[in-house]
C-alpha cells in the first residue's frame, strides 16, 4: 500500500485558512470572510515517520523498509555459542527491540551483559553490526570481532590500503607499532588529535621499494620521510578487513549455523506473525522459543550419547562373548586331552611275544 491514512488537517497556504483552522469550530467567521470547512485527507508515505503509530492495538510496532520488502512490527536478535569443540551449541542471548533499531545499537546492548555471562573472546556476526560505537564497547570489553564480510566500498587494488599494512596494539586498542608490506617497521606516534595516529617512514627505503608508486601517502615536504596518517576508525575498519578473508581461508562458516536458528524460532509462527501483540509479549514468546530450542538441542545430545554408549557396551560384550567363547573351546579340549593322556598313562603295558 503505497500511502498510509493518518488522521490529519491539511497544511493552509491562505491567511483566511489560517484564520479558520485557528478558530474554535463554533466560532462564526466575520462578515466577508468566505467560509472554509478543515479537510481530513491522507498523509504522503513519504512524511510518516517510521515510529509513528501504525496500529491502534499494537502502539509500540514500528515500519520498517529492508531491500524491497516493508516490515510492520519488530526485530528480534539472537546470539548462540557456535565453537566447534561444543558438544551442541545454545542459544544465550535473544532480544527484542522496535524493527528500526539499528543492529550496533543492539550489540552495544547486549555485549557486557552476554561477555560476563559466558566470558565470550571471539564474536562472530553480519557486517551490519559494525560501527565506531561498537568498535569501542568491543575494545572495552576485549572482544574480538569476525564480520563475515566487510562493509562499505572496496579499496581500490591500484593503491595500497591500511588494510594491507600489519598494525599491532595494545590490549586497549591503542596502535603502538605498523609494518608496511615490504616489511618496514617502526613505531606509530600519537597524533595532536584523540584517536589519531601517524607513522614516518624512513624516505630512502620507500624510494627503494618496489611499491612505492602505489603508497597511499605522498612524500613529506622535508623530503626526510614518508608520513602515513591514520585514526581510529580507520584502523578499526582495517583490521576487520583483515579478519574477514581470514575468516573465509579457514574453511569453517561459524556463523552459517545462526541463520537456521533464526528459521527453527519462527518456523512454529504462520508467515511470521505471532499471535500476540506489543513489545513484550513478542519477546516473551521469542524467549521460549528459544528455551524450546535448547531443550531439544540438549535432550537430542542425550539420546545420541545414550545411544552411543549402548553401542559401545554392546561392542564390548560382543569381544568379551568372543573371547570366553575362545577360551571355553580350549579349556574342553585341554580337558579332553588331559583325559586321553591319563588313561593313557594308567594302562599296564604290552609285550608281545615271540
Not at 498523509?43 to 502502539?59: F, G, M, T, V
Not at 551442541?88 to 522496535?98: A, E, K, Y
Not at 576487520?240 to 581461508?249: D, E, V
Not at 545414550?306 to 559401545?312: I, S
Request: some cysteine; proline content about 8%; glycine content about 4%.
Amino acid at each position: 500500500m503505497a500511502t498510509r491514512i493518518c488522521a490529519t488537517f491539511a497544511v493552509p497556504d491562505t491567511a483566511a485558512e489560517i484564520a479558520v483552522a485557528a478558530a474554535p469550530l463554533d466560532a462564526s467567521p466575520e462578515p466577508g470572510t468566505p467560509q472554509m470547512t478543515p479537510t481530513i485527507q491522507p498523509k504522503p508515505a513519504k512524511d510518516i515517520r517510521a515510529n509513528s503509530l501504525l496500529s491502534p492495538d499494537d502502539p509500540e510496532a514500528t515500519f520498517r523498509r529492508k531491500g524491497n520488502q516493508t516490515y510492520q512490527g519488530y526485530v528480534t536478535n539472537v546470539t548462540e555459542t557456535c565453537d566447534p569443540e561444543n558438544q551442541f551449541q545454545l542459544i544465550v542471548q535473544v532480544q527484542t527491540s522496535s524493527n528500526t533499531t539499528e543492529d550496533p545499537a543492539l550489540l552495544i546492548d547486549a555485549l557486557p551483559d552476554l561477555q560476563q555471562r559466558t566470558g565470550e573472546e571471539i564474536l562472530h556476526d553480519d557486517a551490519a553490526f559494525c560501527s565506531p560505537a561498537a568498535d569501542q564497547v568491543l575494545r572495552r570489553h576485549h572482544v574480538t570481532q569476525v564480520p563475515t564480510d566487510p562493509c562499505g566500498h572496496a579499496p581500490n587494488p591500484a593503491h595500497l590500503g591500511l588494510a594491507d599494512f600489519e598494525v599491532q596494539s595494545n590490549p586497549e586498542g591503542v596502535a603502538e607499532q605498523i609494518t608496511c608490506p615490504q616489511g618496514q617497521c617502526l613505531a606509530v606516534i600519537p597524533g595532536r588529535k584523540p584517536d589519531w595516529y601517524k607513522a614516518r617512514f624512513d624516505l630512502g627505503v620507500c624510494q627503494a621499494c618496489s611499491l612505492h608508486a602505489r603508497c597511499p601517502r605522498p612524500v613529506s615536504k622535508s623530503k626526510e620521510w614518508r608520513t602515513l596518517r591514520l585514526n581510529q576508525k580507520q584502523l578499526d575498519v582495517a583490521v576487520r578487513r583483515q579478519r574477514s578473508p581470514a575468516y573465509h581461508q579457514a574453511g569453517k562458516h561459524l556463523r552459517a549455523a545462526i541463520e537456521a536458528t533464526i528459521g527453527a524460532l519462527k518456523r512454529p509462527s504462520s508467515d511470521d506473525q505471532l499471535p500476540v501483540r506489543g513489545r513484550y509479549r513478542v519477546e516473551v514468546m521469542m524467549i521460549g522459543s528459544a528455551v524450546m530450542a535448547n531443550v531439544r538441542r540438549i535432550q537430542r545430545y542425550l539420546v545420541e550419547k545414550d545411544v552411543r554408549q549402548q553401542q559401545t557396551q554392546q561392542q564390548t560384550e560382543t569381544k568379551e562373548s568372543q573371547k570366553t567363547s575362545l577360551s571355553s573351546f580350549l579349556s574342553a579340549l585341554w580337558t579332553r586331552l588331559s583325559e586321553r593322556l591319563w588313561l593313557a598313562a594308567s594302562r599296564p603295558p604290552t609285550f608281545a611275544l615271540e
